[in-house]
């Protein structure tokens, strides 16, 4: 099974993070890691991806030391992915 990456830039989408994370562990196909590209300069909901992390090792949250938007936040996740196919998720889906 190959591994697939799924790649969510994060910007102040509190709301919906959670749902969009689980939405992404409880499919059927478990061969895939989750990137999380936080884009946020403000670090108040980080604690809320750490916790989320820490029960599912696929998770990983790469912090940008400036805001670089959606697009550029997707490219740096596409580079830092290892799966050979790629997914897009908006934090709020």
Same mark, same amino acid.
């Given at each position: 099974?190959?591994?697939?990456? @799924?790649?969510?830039?994060?910007? &102040?989408?509190?709301?919906?993070?959670?749902?969009?994370?689980?939405? @992404?562990?409880?499919?059927?196909?478990?061969?895939?890691?989750? *990137? !999380? *590209?936080?884009?946020?300069?403000?670090?108040?909901?980080?604690?809320?991806?750490?916790?989320? &992390?820490? &029960?599912?090792?696929?998770?990983?949250?790469?912090?940008?030391?400036?805001n670089l938007g959606a697009g550029m936040s997707r490219n740096k996740? *596409?580079?830092?992915? &290892?799966?050979?196919? !790629?997914?897009?998720?908006?934090?709020?889906?």
């Amino acid at each position: 099974m190959d591994l697939i990456s @799924v790649i969510i830039p994060y910007y &102040k989408k509190k709301r919906y993070i959670v749902s969009a994370i689980n939405s @992404v562990l409880r499919q059927s196909y478990r061969n895939l890691e989750l *990137i !999380i *590209i936080y884009d946020d300069v403000n670090l108040d909901d980080l604690s809320i991806l750490k916790s989320i &992390k820490r &029960k599912d090792q696929r998770i990983k949250i790469y912090i940008n030391k400036k805001n670089l938007g959606a697009g550029m936040s997707r490219n740096k996740g *596409i580079k830092l992915s &290892k799966g050979k196919l !790629i997914a897009f998720l908006d934090s709020d889906d």
